[in-house]
């Protein structure tokens, strides 16, 4: 049963194009969502946590955003580094601490 | 920062080999996990532990075991070494106290059984 679906699966932009990825979600009693930024052949590397509706992080380019059912990340004039696959993440009560992972966006920018 | 060392980025085994995995974190979190992921299929839990000693199973432990004998190190032990378990081998941890919490990661393992 997904719990996080992330969409689309993959975007190619031109430089400066801006666009934005979904991270719907269907977790009761949401604790926290989580947005990290994975380069080939490393680790996820965290970007943001929202809590709850209506709360907006901002970093640089990127601009994510949280609503009751999903949650967006912006991306405003992108350029080529900030191709990436982009993974979403939520939490909810009594699991210790585990998170539950999208399969992510792979964004592409050309020049 | 969260500094996250996975012992290898690169491994090589033979099947039927135990091979082992590990895993150091530097900021004291209660919390740490391991996760393979493949393409299509994303990350996939293993196993995690929320405090020394103690341990839960993830989405797919068959085959795999863990321990964590000390706060900062958590091991990811694949008992008998089997060509499916060819992988990147993500090791992450959290802070602990509440379920709000990011986790950090390590630049991974990546592991082939031949």
């Known amino acids: 049963e997904d719990q996080v679906t992330q969409s689309p699966e993959a975007l190619r932009l031109q430089e400066g194009e801006s666009s934005s990825l979904n991270c719907s979600y269907t977790v009761s009693g949401l604790r926290g969502l989580f947005w990290y930024r994975q380069d080939p052949g490393k680790g996820p590397e965290f970007l943001f946590t929202l809590y709850s509706a209506g709360e907006e992080k901002e970093k640089e380019r990127l601009k994510a955003t949280l609503t009751k059912k999903e949650s967006f990340l912006h991306i405003t004039a992108p350029k080529p580094e900030d191709s990436a696959t982009y993974l979403c993440?939520?939490?909810?009560?009594?699991?210790?601490?585990?998170?539950?992972f999208g399969r992510g966006t792979q964004l592409t920018v050309w020049p | 920062d969260v500094k996250v060392t996975q012992s290898s980025r690169y491994l090589v085994k033979r099947t039927g080999e135990k091979v082992f995995l590990e895993c150091v974190q530097d900021?004291?979190?209660?919390?740490m996990f391991w996760y393979r992921q493949d393409p299509g299929l994303g990350l996939r839990l293993i196993y995690f532990?929320?405090?020394?000693?103690?341990?839960e199973k993830g989405d797919i432990p068959e085959g795999y075991s863990v321990s964590r004998e000390k706060k900062e190190r958590f091991s990811l032990i694949l008992e008998s070494a089997s060509t499916n378990q060819t992988s990147m081998y993500l090791c992450a941890s959290s802070l602990g106290q509440g379920d709000n919490q990011p986790q950090h990661f390590g630049d991974g393992t990546r592991l082939s059984i031949l």
């Open positions: 900021m004291d979190h209660e919390n």
């Open positions: 993440a939520v939490s909810r009560g009594s699991t210790l601490g585990r998170l539950y």
């Open positions: 532990s929320y405090d020394v000693k103690m341990k």
